[in-house]
């Protein structure tokens, strides 16, 4: 699977505006990326291991002509969480506008035999990385915005976390990751609800099976039963990820917060009986 060429239905909707993308060196981060680029923003691209997939997807941003910039951090580390969005918002130049928490973790393993230990490992990756993230930059967009408008509610930012359909619809040795996904959906709400005096929205995607390079080599079983539950017949892309956050950053969004948008092809509205 390859990506799409920069560009897209969106091009220009957040011009002017500065995006962090958390994990963004790959897979849906890296899809999220590139679609807040073809849109205009420019793009802060973090990564915790793999360098050189975030410089590739620096390339390929700067190389269509749009900004942006590789930036490291340990986000199990809440300093490290606080730090990241200094970076972000010292670069862009513009105050941070958006802020998409898509870096996690997906490991599978059967919960009899799971330790505390790696249950906080899944938490601390998913949940609590979330949460700093979230609270720093919704204190710099705040302080940015300050002086800017008195009128309570105005816009001033939107953060979006990547969730998973998996919030609601468990699936075997996921039990860590569900119940991490279930907590970031609400955490969306709750921050949508003491943000949004302050003109920050906060939402939440959940993306069903998204493909990736080699899935279908790896899991053919799962894939085609994917294919043949879902309504639309085919898997998602990480541009259609993509998209979604662009729309829930954009103004078109602006009267949206606390909403988890699921984007997985129909296959939640399948009978399961």
Not at 176 to 197: F, I
């Amino acid at each position: 699977m390859t990506d799409r060429p920069p560009g897209g239905p969106a091009t220009g909707l957040l011009d002017g505006q500065v995006a962090l993308v958390t994990g963004a060196g790959g897979g849906i981060g890296r899809g999220i990326a590139l679609r807040f680029a073809a849109a205009g923003a420019a793009v802060a691209v973090h990564f915790r291991t793999n360098a050189d997939a975030a410089r590739e997807v620096v390339a390929l941003i700067t190389g269509s002509g749009g900004r942006a910039v590789a930036l490291h951090a340990d986000l199990t580390v809440e300093d490290e969480c606080h730090r990241l969005v200094r970076e972000a918002a010292d670069w862009g130049g513009g105050p941070l506008t958006a802020l998409v928490n898509n870096a996690g973790v997906q490991p599978v393993q059967e919960l009899p035999g799971m330790t505390a230990g790696d249950w906080r490992a899944v938490v601390d990756a998913n949940v609590s990385s979330v949460f700093a993230c979230t609270q720093a930059a919704a204190e710099v967009m705040r302080r940015d915005a300050s002086g800017r408008s008195d009128r309570p509610g105005e816009p001033v930012g939107s953060i979006t976390h990547i969730a998973s359909i998996e919030a609601t619809h468990p699936a075997p040795h996921h039990a860590h990751y569900s119940a991490s996904k279930a907590a970031v959906v609400m955490h969306a709400r709750s921050a949508a609800l003491e943000y949004g005096p302050y003109g920050i929205r906060v939402n939440t995607v959940s993306p069903g099976l998204i493909d990736r390079e080699g899935l279908a080599e790896a899991w053919p079983e799962g894939v085609r039963r994917w294919r043949e539950a879902v309504p639309t017949g085919r898997l998602g892309r990480p541009e259609d990820v993509g998209d979604a956050c662009v729309f829930l950053a954009s103004p078109m969004a602006s009267w949206i917060t606390g909403h988890d948008l699921v984007v997985d092809g129909g296959v939640s509205a399948r009978p399961t009986w």
